[in-house]
């Protein structure tokens, strides 16, 4: 009797894991979401792109110095991982991508860098050599194709060769950021430390905002656009209010709540969650800024709810089995362990 409760319990536990990571990931891909509509109107005012990123890094960077001073240990212990996820997660999701939409459509880019939920399965199953379930594999296609109705990607027509190839540098970075934001698993399973999330986070943005420094240069910003006023959809709203916006919601909550919903799921389901973030987008530039979504909008939004449905449903329906059968997929379970300790 004492096993079946404790079987009983883990369950829950796990239950309450997966619903808690669901949870964070959306609260993710609502922050990573609002950061388009509260950078246009700066972008509008007078600022850079590349300055705007500049800004959101380096603000993420000052406000988690006290977190990076008190992981400073993480410094010595994992240093390829901070300088990957600076590197990656950090400067080159942002850099890629705001590069790609110099050169074509923003929807065409913004759907080309969410193809990483697939790369991450391909990831998972040809790199790590890890089962991918069908349900997954489901989720990711359905909300690939809600994503290409969301952008419209058909009103693209021409691209531009090197704006595609910089767009598929962007999602092969946030595959990145998936990956490495799941890194400690196989150290819980095997009874290593895991690295704190909240340190890697700090040290990812300080490293992500030094190598921002150096391509955005913003010595040459007009630093007195930040002392004014935007206009966002005929309101005017005050510049230093959008920045706070970004630094603090999509930035600093987006990156926390993220890297700790991929150590309660796994990188693959909390990719097509992520999906997500072009949906939230969407649906925040109609209200704000008075963007109107036209019909397959909507629908293409419909279908990305739905695949990233799926997608999560598939580890609720892999749980209920025997003793056996859960030791064999004991590094999967061992996110949702490291994820709970942390």
């Not at 890094?57 to 110095?65: F, K, P, Q, S, T």
Request: charge should be neutral; aromatic fraction near 6%; include cysteine.
């Amino acid at each position: 009797m004492p096993v079946h409760e404790s079987l009983g319990s883990s369950g829950k536990q796990a239950t309450r894991g997966r619903g808690m990571g669901l949870g964070l990931a959306l609260l993710s891909a609502l922050a990573f979401g609002g950061s388009g509509v509260a950078a246009k109107p700066l972008i509008e005012a007078g600022l850079d792109p590349l300055h705007v990123v500049w800004l959101r890094v380096a603000g993420g960077a000052l406000v988690m110095l006290p977190v990076a001073w008190r992981h400073r240990a993480l410094v010595l212990r994992r240093p390829a991982l901070l300088a990957g996820f600076g590197l990656l997660a950090v400067a080159g999701v942002q850099a890629c991508y705001f590069a790609a939409i110099s050169r074509i459509p923003v929807g065409v880019a913004l759907l080309i860098e969410y193809l990483a939920p697939a790369l991450v399965l391909g990831w998972v199953r040809f790199v790590q050599r890890k089962p991918v379930t069908r349900a997954a594999a489901l989720g990711v296609v359905i909300a690939v194709a809600g994503l290409a109705c969301v952008v419209e990607v058909w009103s693209g027509i021409g691209f531009d060769a090197l704006g595609l190839l910089l767009a598929l540098c962007a999602a092969c970075c946030q595959v990145g950021y998936f990956v490495l934001s799941d890194h400690g698993g196989d150290a819980a399973e095997s009874g290593a430390e895991v690295p704190d999330p909240f340190g890697v986070i700090a040290y990812g943005l300080l490293i992500g905002a030094v190598l921002l420094t150096v391509i955005a240069r913003p010595w040459g910003m007009d630093w007195s656009v930040l002392a004014g006023s935007a206009s966002m959809d005929g309101a005017s709203v005050p510049a230093w209010l959008l920045l706070c916006w970004i630094v603090l919601l999509a930035t600093v909550v987006a990156y926390l709540t993220g890297v700790v919903s991929v150590r309660l799921l796994s990188p693959q389901v909390a990719g097509v969650v992520a999906c997500l973030e072009a949906v939230v987008a969407t649906v925040l530039a109609w209200v704000l800024l008075g963007e109107h979504l036209s019909g397959p909008q909507l629908f293409g939004g419909a279908m990305v709810l739905v695949g990233a449905l799926i997608a999560q449903s598939s580890k609720s329906v892999a749980t209920p089995r025997g003793p056996s059968d859960e030791a064999d997929d004991a590094p999967e379970n061992a996110l949702s362990r490291s994820g709970g300790a942390v």
